[in-house]
């Protein structure tokens, strides 16, 4: 009769769970907002990004040259960069007043200045430095200049090292050619090693948003309703948790193949990982994602508050995943925040794969912490349906049975009227 039972109870919350999902996936495609985050986000925004940086590199950005120094070395150095794909010199300034002048009318986008002791310090054997000033309005740009003063000012320091170690060199035998050769990046361009960071975020970001909206929704539907929901499924917390969840996976199943393996094929980014393992690293993160989707959601009261919330949060997630800046090199408290976020292993793990060619065995460690994410966001997402949501809940219908007007009155107060 106990394994009946327990069969019995198994099988209503199988039950409970399907009804939430089928709710769940009824609410979403009825709701144009929530269909917007879902759907269109993940169509438009990796495409918006990879066209912004598709280029990859840009070339001949117009360059003014101030050379307080004007000997045959820095005239030699001007030559160079003149010479390189990224820099086109369109002139000289007499003075950096000039040269700002011309960066404000657009007529360049950089100024290199050559000190005056740049050839007295190069034929004395001492480091010689040149000033590069850049619009920063594009990264590429950047990028491009600093590239090319890099390559050049190199090559000819290495010039002048051969030239005092030659006859050493040539007495002890000849020199080992280098010669590199970029594999993970071989355009060396800012969308592939950029882009990849970003199209996991751009999925992680949607859901939330998604999510926060349909509960927004229903925090407004319960409003109207004296906190009752016309649309909510009688269902246990963990039932509700997990079928939210479900209906999640099934939504994101044709946005995730388009985002992680689409875009990059039609703009020709690295697609070096295998699919069957970028799969098996994504089921663990949308699972995670759902579930810090709906622990968020806690704070959301109206649909619009969404905006004001979470879209800013974009930015901070680009931060922790460290495309902006490196995660090694980030203090203890930000590391350990960047540890809480899915997108953060996901990130990580996917450009491995698709940049270096590495199989699940070799991201492992993305891997497992993704399903460590899961169960702790699950709890976390089962005590806020439980103990915040459903409390929230029950006040409001204890308010409403006592006063009829009291939520509309709080609705009012909130609007400002009233």
Same mark, same amino acid.
Not at 113 to 134: K, T
Not at 214 to 220: D, N, Q, R, V
């Given at each position: 009769?106990?394994?009946?039972?327990?069969?019995?109870?198994?099988?209503?919350?199988?039950?409970?769970?399907?009804?939430?999902?089928?709710?769940?996936?009824?609410?979403?495609?009825?709701?144009?907002?929530?269909?917007?985050?879902?759907?269109?986000?993940?169509?438009?925004?990796?495409?918006?990004?990879?066209?912004?940086?598709?280029?990859?590199?840009?070339?001949?950005?117009?360059?003014?040259?101030?050379?307080?120094?004007?000997?045959?070395?820095?005239?030699?150095?001007?030559?160079?960069?003149?010479?390189?794909?990224?820099?086109?010199?369109?002139?000289?300034?007499?003075?950096?007043?000039?040269?700002?002048?011309?960066?404000?009318?657009?007529?360049?986008?950089?100024?290199?200045?050559?000190?005056?002791?740049?050839?007295?310090?190069?034929?004395?054997?001492?480091?010689?430095?040149?000033?590069?000033?850049?619009?920063?309005?594009?990264?590429?740009?950047?990028?491009?200049?600093?590239?090319?003063?890099?390559?050049?000012?190199?090559?000819?320091?290495? &010039?002048?090292?051969?030239?005092?170690?030659?006859?050493?060199?040539?007495?002890?035998?000849?020199? $080992?050619?280098?010669?590199?050769?970029?594999?993970?990046?071989?355009?060396?361009?800012?969308?592939?090693? $950029?882009?990849?960071?970003?199209?996991?975020?751009?999925?992680?970001? @949607?859901?939330?948003?998604?999510?926060?909206?349909?509960?927004?929704? @229903?925090?407004?539907?319960?409003?109207?309703?004296?906190?009752?929901?016309?649309?909510?499924?009688?269902?246990?917390?963990?039932?509700?948790?997990?079928?939210?969840?479900?209906?999640?996976?099934?939504?994101?199943?044709?946005?995730?193949?388009?985002?992680?393996?689409?875009?990059?094929?039609?703009?020709?980014?690295?697609?070096?990982?295998?699919?069957?393992?970028?799969?098996?690293?994504?089921?663990?993160?949308?699972?995670?994602?759902?579930?810090?989707?709906?622990?968020?959601?806690?704070?959301?009261?109206?649909?619009?508050?969404?905006?004001?919330?979470?879209?800013?949060?974009?930015?901070?997630?680009?931060?922790?995943?460290?495309?902006?800046?490196?995660?090694?090199?980030?203090?203890?408290?930000?590391?350990?925040?960047?540890?809480?976020?899915? @997108?953060? =292993?996901?990130?990580?793990?996917?450009?491995?794969?698709?940049?270096?060619?590495?199989?699940?065995?070799?991201?492992?460690?993305?891997? =497992?912490?993704? =399903?460590?994410?899961?169960?702790?966001?699950?709890?976390?997402?089962?005590?806020? &349906?439980?103990?915040?949501?459903?409390?929230?809940?029950?006040? =409001?219908?204890?308010?409403?049975?006592?006063?009829?007007?009291?939520?509309?009155?709080?609705?009012?107060?909130?609007?400002?009227?009233?």
């Amino acid at each position: 009769m106990t394994d009946k039972l327990k069969h019995s109870r198994l099988f209503l919350w199988f039950i409970q769970v399907l009804r939430v999902c089928g709710r769940e996936l009824l609410l979403v495609f009825r709701d144009s907002g929530v269909v917007i985050f879902f759907v269109v986000l993940n169509l438009a925004y990796p495409v918006l990004y990879a066209l912004i940086y598709n280029p990859e590199v840009v070339r001949n950005e117009r360059v003014v040259v101030v050379d307080e120094n004007r000997t045959a070395l820095s005239r030699d150095l001007v030559r160079r960069l003149d010479a390189t794909q990224e820099v086109a010199i369109v002139g000289y300034a007499a003075n950096m007043q000039e040269a700002q002048e011309a960066m404000h009318q657009k007529k360049c986008y950089g100024i290199i200045q050559i000190p005056r002791d740049f050839a007295q310090c190069a034929g004395r054997g001492e480091q010689a430095h040149v000033s590069l000033y850049c619009d920063m309005s594009v990264m590429m740009r950047y990028k491009a200049m600093f590239t090319a003063l890099a390559n050049v000012t190199q090559a000819m320091g290495n &010039e002048k090292m051969a030239a005092v170690v030659e006859p050493v060199l040539n007495m002890s035998g000849s020199i $080992v050619e280098n010669k590199q050769v970029p594999v993970g990046n071989p355009a060396m361009g800012l969308a592939s090693a $950029v882009l990849l960071f970003i199209l996991p975020l751009v999925l992680q970001q @949607s859901m939330i948003l998604g999510i926060a909206m349909l509960h927004g929704g @229903s925090i407004e539907r319960r409003r109207r309703n004296g906190g009752r929901d016309p649309m909510a499924v009688e269902a246990s917390p963990g039932a509700t948790v997990i079928g939210k969840m479900m209906c999640h996976q099934i939504i994101y199943v044709l946005p995730i193949i388009y985002v992680l393996h689409y875009v990059p094929l039609m703009f020709g980014f690295p697609q070096n990982g295998d699919i069957l393992h970028i799969i098996c690293l994504v089921v663990p993160f949308v699972i995670a994602v759902s579930f810090m989707g709906q622990t968020l959601s806690a704070v959301v009261n109206e649909r619009e508050s969404v905006f004001l919330l979470f879209v800013f949060s974009s930015v901070i997630f680009i931060f922790l995943a460290g495309v902006s800046w490196p995660r090694y090199l980030m203090s203890r408290f930000w590391w350990l925040v960047g540890d809480c976020v899915p @997108s953060t =292993w996901m990130a990580n793990g996917y450009v491995l794969m698709q940049t270096n060619g590495a199989t699940l065995y070799q991201v492992q460690h993305y891997y =497992w912490m993704l =399903w460590i994410q899961v169960p702790v966001m699950f709890i976390l997402a089962y005590l806020v &349906e439980r103990f915040v949501n459903r409390r929230r809940y029950r006040s =409001w219908i204890a308010a409403s049975e006592d006063n009829p007007n009291a939520l509309t009155r709080i609705e009012l107060a909130k609007n400002g009227v009233g």
